[in-house]
Every structure is written in structure tokens, then in C-alpha cells.
Nanobody, 122 residues
């Protein structure tokens, strides 16, 4: 599957952004799909994912209650709605997919999209 991420940009603290990950090749429900983020000089970290088939969602603790991941099978996309942004959310965000149930504990997904920069100003 090929993944195309979009939607990054600049937001003020407390603001919102929406990221989208468009998949081609297979349906998004055939994979666990999610988002990771990386700050320069640090390891890439898991943010959120939606499980294969059932669509159960998982989040890292720091974004729970602020970010929402969703799947649109008609458009073959997975989106990440980010509300209540804080400067610590500033990072390059990567869409990822794996041929398994979830992305929990996965450090090397099978597929990566290109990164999209999210910058939150205070």
C-alpha cells in the first residue's frame, strides 16, 4: 500500500489541525493504520492508530482527549483531528500502516507515508 499524508501546518496553542492519510493499493481497513511523530534529534514516537477491521482506536497518553483518529473506507483515508494543540505537539507527523491488528508496540511499520510538519506556536 502507498500512503500520502497531508494537512500539516502552523497553528497557535489551543488551535486545531487535521491530518489526512490517503491510501492506495489496498483498503485502509485491511491494515492497522496510524500516526507517529518525530522531533529532530529524538526517536519517532507512536501517536495514535486505528485497528484493522474492527477500527478500535488507541492513543498515546499525551494526546488522549485532544486527538481523534478516524477511518473513511469510502475515501480510503485515515484522518487525525488534533484539537487543543500545545507547543509540545510540534513535530513531523508520519502516517504508517502495518499488516497486523494494531500498531501498538510497533516501531517498524510495514509502510510509511512522507512526513508532514506540524508547528504549534505559544
Amino acid at each position: 500500500v502507498q500512503l500520502q499524508a497531508s494537512g500539516g501546518g502552523l497553528a497557535q496553542a489551543g488551535g486545531s489541525l487535521r491530518l489526512s492519510c490517503a491510501a492506495s493499493g489496498r483498503t485502509v481497513s485491511s491494515y492497522a493504520v496510524g500516526w507517529f511523530r518525530q522531533v529532530s534529534g529524538k526517536e519517532r514516537e507512536f501517536v495514535a492508530c486505528i485497528s484493522r477491521s474492527a477500527g478500535t482506536t488507541y492513543y498515546t497518553d499525551s494526546v488522549k482527549g485532544r486527538f481523534t483518529i478516524s477511518r473513511d473506507t469510502a475515501k480510503n483515508t485515515v484522518s487525525l483531528q488534533m484539537n487543543g494543540l500545545v507547543p509540545e505537539d510540534t513535530a513531523v507527523y508520519y502516517c504508517a500502516a502495518a499488516d497486523r491488528g494494531t500498531l501498538l508496540g510497533v516501531t517498524r511499520p510495514d509502510f510509511w507515508g512522507q512526513g508532514t510538519q506540524v508547528t504549534v506556536s505559544s
